[in-house]
């Protein structure tokens, strides 16, 4: 089955740059999603399709995705972004399953 | 505004059964394909199953399969997740999630907030 790795954690100071990585094998060649998760609370979808925001995102999140890695970029962190970030992709060959990766908890600082 | 309410979670012994429900209101309910998604305490989220917004196409994670069923009343605007023979391992919050399309290949767009269930003797 098709396996996505994220970094256990990533910290960074307020107003700097956070980027959560997700790899998994020729991940370019998929869509990827990603899903910010608050403690006590459902995950919220951030970045659909590689690179596109839901309506109420900020535009400080933002998304890429080539090769065998696709990144979750948060620019101008806040403390409010402090929060874990799954990445999600579909598996086309395992009968459709849905993949998450492990989970990444951002820290700011 | 998309509402997802789940509800059958509790605590249940190792090898009985538990039917979980999920009220969906503020969509057009059969537009959409449909998952069930868990988080086991302090861990990842966990894919448990997805179904088509026709019941066409149904998938189940390895961990659940042939133990769990999903399911879907379009007229009563409801899914559901019959799960028996439970596990210690089974315990989680169960969320029931709604797809962004009528079969399931993109991203999930809305989450309830779940309801527990909790595997012991």
């Known amino acids: 089955s098709y396996v996505l790795t994220q970094p256990p954690s990533v910290s960074v100071a307020p107003g700097q740059t956070a980027r959560i990585t997700c790899g998994g094998n020729?991940?370019?060649?998929?869509?990827v999603h990603w899903y910010q998760q608050k403690p006590g609370q459902a995950p919220v979808l951030v970045v659909y399709?590689?690179?596109d925001r839901p309506s109420g995102i900020p535009e400080r999140f933002s998304g890429s995705n080539s090769g065998n890695t696709a990144t979750l970029t948060i620019s101008r962190v806040e403390a409010g972004d402090e929060a874990d970030y799954y990445c999600?992709?579909?598996?086309?060959?395992?009968?459709?399953?849905?993949?998450f990766g492990g989970g990444t908890k951002l820290t700011v600082l | 505004e998309v509402q997802l309410v789940e509800s059958g979670g509790g605590l249940v012994q190792p090898g009985r059964s538990l039917r979980l429900s999920c009220a969906a209101s503020?969509?057009?309910?059969?537009?959409?394909?449909m998952h069930w998604v868990r988080q086991a305490p302090g861990k990842g989220l966990e894919w448990v199953s997805g179904?088509?917004?026709?019941?066409?196409?149904?998938g189940y994670a390895d961990s659940v399969k042939g133990r769990f069923t999903i399911s879907r009343d379009n007229a009563k605007n409801s899914l559901y997740l019959q799960m028996n023979s439970l596990r210690a391992e089974d315990t989680a919050l169960y969320y029931c999630?709604?797809?962004?399309?009528?079969?399931?290949?993109?991203?999930?767009?809305?989450w309830g907030q779940g309801t527990l269930v909790t595997v012991s003797s």
């Open positions: 399709d590689d690179s």
């Open positions: 020729n991940i370019g060649s998929k869509s």
């Open positions: 999600q992709v579909w598996d086309s060959s395992t009968l459709r399953n849905v993949v």
């Open positions: 999630a709604k797809d962004s399309s009528s079969s399931w290949g993109l991203s999930i767009d809305y």
């Open positions: 179904i088509s917004w026709n019941s066409g196409s149904i």
């Open positions: 503020g969509f057009t309910f059969d537009d959409y394909a």
